[in-house]
């Protein structure tokens, strides 16, 4: 009886025994490092845009885009910047005109006020994006130039908008939507504009864009980031236009973004020419003069 017992006991022990060699071990294993300077800030900034707290991943990326002598998440904070302001510049711009409809539409003064009161707002945030737009532009295409290749790092977001935001067709249509839902309509517009802008970005749908992104960063092509830059530009000049807030000085300083934009494309395409995209690039031109004239 007392060898079975004593058996036992030894075949117990052996696990126990490995066991605490392995905690001892992994006890005396280097700990990872945690990131510092500027990889710690950028890595918050990821954190942040795939948690869709946009504003706070530009608060984490507004030191590295500006950063001089340039470090390594330059860069790719300027990219990742782009993103975000673009997808704002589409959000307040998709309020704004429902807001400014659903004030033309509707019938009843209370209505009216608080939808012109919202078009208002969005349009000061709008604006605000636009030229976070313009100077982001400003520091990518420093001296005409950009990278043949630029890095797009980044997760998905987690929380993807919708294709269309229901609220927002209502009123349009002079329809009143309650505060609560005005609140849902604007975190949905602006999930919708991100998400547009990372498709755009990897000339794609959402679909690609996820995919693109399943690693943490995907390589985009200066070229073509930099033409869907300065359309994008031309765009956020048009919150400054007569119809939205009538500010001709600043639409002109958007849209002399544009034209570095076209430039930085233009050197690309001296050393590698491309038929096509020099149309594009063409086509981008002679838009943002057309805009220009008009001012």
């Not at 340039?70 to 860069?75: L, M, Q, S």
């Not at 930099?226 to 765009?235: D, M």
């Not at 600043?250 to 038929?275: H, I, M, S, W, Y």
């Amino acid at each position: 009886m007392y060898l079975a017992n004593h058996s036992l006991i030894h075949f117990l022990r052996v696990p126990v025994v490995l066991l605490a060699a392995l905690a001892f071990t992994l006890s005396c294993s280097a700990p990872v490092p945690k990131p510092t300077g500027p990889a710690a800030d950028y890595q918050d900034a990821k954190d942040m845009f795939k948690r869709n707290r946009f504003d706070r991943a530009l608060d984490f990326t507004d030191g590295l885009a500006s950063a001089t002598p340039a470090t390594n998440y330059t860069e790719r904070a300027q990219v990742l910047r782009v993103v975000i302001y673009t997808g704002q510049v589409e959000s307040y711009k998709e309020l704004v005109d429902a807001y400014g409809k659903g004030a033309d539409e509707t019938k009843n003064t209370h209505f009216k006020a608080e939808y012109k009161r919202m078009r208002q707002d969005n349009m000061q945030y709008g604006m605000k994006a636009a030229l976070g737009l313009a100077e982001t532009a400003h520091q990518l295409l420093e001296g005409g130039k950009v990278s043949k290749e630029l890095i797009l790092e980044a997760p998905y977001p987690s929380i993807e908008g919708p294709l269309d935001v229901v609220d927002l067709v209502h009123v349009k249509e002079g329809g009143w939507v309650e505060p609560d839902h005005q609140e849902i309509a604007a975190v949905d517009s602006l999930n919708k504009g991100i998400d547009d802008a990372l498709a755009a970005t990897v000339s794609g749908d959402r679909a690609k864009a996820r995919d693109a992104l399943a690693s943490g960063s995907t390589t985009l092509s200066g070229l073509d980031f930099t033409l869907f830059l300065g359309n994008q530009l031309l765009e956020a000049a048009s919150l400054f236009d007569r119809k939205h807030s009538n500010d001709p000085m600043k639409q002109r300083t958007v849209c002399n973004e544009g034209f570095e934009a076209v430039k930085a494309a233009e050197a690309l395409l001296k050393e590698t020419p491309d038929k096509d995209k020099e149309k594009d690039v063409k086509k981008l031109e002679d838009r943002i003069r057309t805009t220009l004239k008009s001012i």
